[in-house]
């Protein structure tokens, strides 16, 4: 069994990353496509929640917003992603 992370490497991973510079990569438009639905599926998770949940989600919606601006058809889709009145129900 896996031993669950300790709270003092969450803190030092925290203090860390808290003055670091900022994380800057030029993704081709269909990985940050793929990356953008992914994140919405994870945001589906009903565990996730708090600091990490607004997290993903301004990520996601950041991208979204950023590939709408190249390819108004798949900003459209993403859009769908967002919505879970058209999610399909797996068996």
């Known amino acids: ?6 709270e003092e490497i969450l803190q030092k991973v925290a203090l860390e990353l808290a003055g670091a510079d900022p994380v800057r990569s030029e ?16 945001l589906r998770h009903p565990g996730l929640s708090g600091w990490s949940r607004a997290i993903a989600e301004k990520a ?4 979204h917003e950023a590939i709408g601006r190249r390819s108004p058809a798949a900003g459209e889709l993403l859009e769908q992603g967002w ?3 058209l999610d399909s129900e797996v068996p």
């Open 27 to 42: 993704l081709p438009a269909p990985e940050a496509f793929t990356i953008c639905t992914v994140l919405q599926l994870a």
């Open 60 to 63: 996601a919606r950041d991208l």
């Open 83 to 85: 919505n879970r009145a």
């Open 1 to 6: 069994m896996r031993a669950a992370v300790s």
